[in-house]
């Protein structure tokens, strides 16, 4: 099992930049994927970012490419979004994710059917 707590969230203005990170604990999820998710109220969850165990192998949403960056510390066990430009329709509950240990776990994938353990979500709001 792995448990995923993400932090990091807050009340921003439009512009401005957040820095989320996602622990792990439980074990040890260095060869896995992992992936940035995030869901706004009324909507269905949407893909953010994914990155691969290396950390060479990133992937984007068009929405937040150029502006946002993935990053993943295996000292820490600990997976990072850095968001700068922020703006209103960033607003939303931003969740982290590894991806399941069939297939190809080691892929940033952009379904979240591919990915297995979740975190319960940080909000992020952004006003203008």
């Known amino acids: 099992q792995v448990q995923l707590v993400e932090s990091g969230g807050g009340l921003v203005q439009a512009g401005a930049s957040l820095r989320l990170s996602c622990q792990a604990s439980g074990r040890t999820i260095s060869s896995y994927a992992m992936g940035w998710f995030r869901q706004a109220s009324g909507k269905a969850r949407e893909f953010v970012s994914a990155?691969?165990?290396?950390?060479?192998?990133?992937v984007y949403a068009d929405s937040v490419k150029g502006r946002f960056i993935i990053s993943r510390d295996h000292a820490k066990n600990t997976l990072y979004l850095e968001m700068n430009s922020l703006k209103p329709e960033d607003t939303a509950v931003y969740s982290c994710?590894?991806?399941?240990?069939?297939?190809?776990?080691?892929?940033?994938?952009?379904?979240?059917?591919?990915?297995?353990?979740w975190g319960l979500g940080t909000q992020v709001q952004v006003t203008v």
């Open positions: 994710a590894v991806r399941s240990g069939t297939g190809n776990y080691w892929e940033p994938a952009e379904n979240s059917d591919q990915y297995i353990y």
């Open positions: 990155i691969s165990p290396t950390g060479g192998h990133t």
